[in-house]
């Protein structure tokens, strides 16, 4: 006579059936996974080329230890993104609007006929590269050293001060004023340039190795892995650092 298989067995050896099958499903999917270049990691699919693009990024520099980059870190800090901005550039004004300042890595896609023009150093060399630049309305006294010439035809807009890499400068040449003065000229209140999102005092925004804060009247801008930079109040003064 045939042995009878209690219904007991026959849940058990159901279950350990439906065991072994799902390990033969996990073991097939895990050898197809290696065999197309991916690998598990912390229950997310990460391909080999993945690890590999990781591996050969740069890293961010560390931060220089000097009294300027520690104050621009010390404000809350706010997204490039949240002031309009992207990966590559953001345009934001100082609340009282007297100030527009521009950080990207191609400060030399600045122009005359925008909101930050493109500045150059002492030597008349025109920025480029990555770099923060920063515009006021009123033209301001420039230091001894610091002065460039201009073209026939063009004058010095000493309202413009940036830093980029490997140098720094004030003046912009240009034929006619620039936007922030003109527009600080046709509007008694108000004017175009309140429409640029805001940085608010005691906030910081990073784009790359470049930082920017408004510190009561004045924009702080600085080189984060080398602490080069400037200062800029409209129609007051404007200072490099370090000297």
């Known amino acids: 006579m045939p042995t009878r298989v209690s219904p007991v ?15 033969l499903i996990a073991l097939c999917f895990q050898i197809y996974r290696v065999a197309t270049g991916q690998t598990a990691v912390y229950g997310r699919a990460e391909s080999v080329s993945d690890k590999v693009e990781e591996q050969i990024r740069p890293q961010a520099a560390p931060h220089a230890d000097t009294a300027e980059v520690r104050s621009i870190l010390a404000t809350q800090p706010v997204a490039a993104t949240e002031l309009g901005g992207d990966a590559h550039r953001v345009t934001f004004r100082s609340p009282s609007g007297q100030l527009v300042c521009t950080i990207a890595d191609d400060v030399s896609a600045l122009d005359a006929t925008g909101w930050v023009p493109r500045p150059a150093n002492a030597s008349g060399q025109e920025a480029t590269g990555a770099g923060a630049v920063c515009v006021g309305i009123a033209n301001l006294a420039v230091h001894r050293g610091d002065a460039h010439a201009c073209a026939a035809g063009q004058s010095l807009r000493s309202s413009v001060v940036g830093v980029w890499n490997d140098s720094r400068g004030i003046g912009a040449c240009s034929t006619d004023a620039t936007r922030m003065f003109a527009d600080a000229r046709d509007h008694a209140e108000g004017g175009d340039r309140f429409q640029i999102p805001e940085l608010g005092f005691g906030m910081h925004v990073e784009l790359g190795d470049y930082g920017c804060t408004m510190t009561g009247s004045q924009a702080v801008c600085a080189q984060l892995s080398t602490g080069r930079g400037f200062s800029l109040e409209d129609n007051v003064d404007y200072g490099f650092f370090p000297n």
Do not use: P
């Open 9 to 23: 067995r026959r849940l058990v050896n159901a279950v350990i059936g439906l065991i072994l099958l799902a390990v």
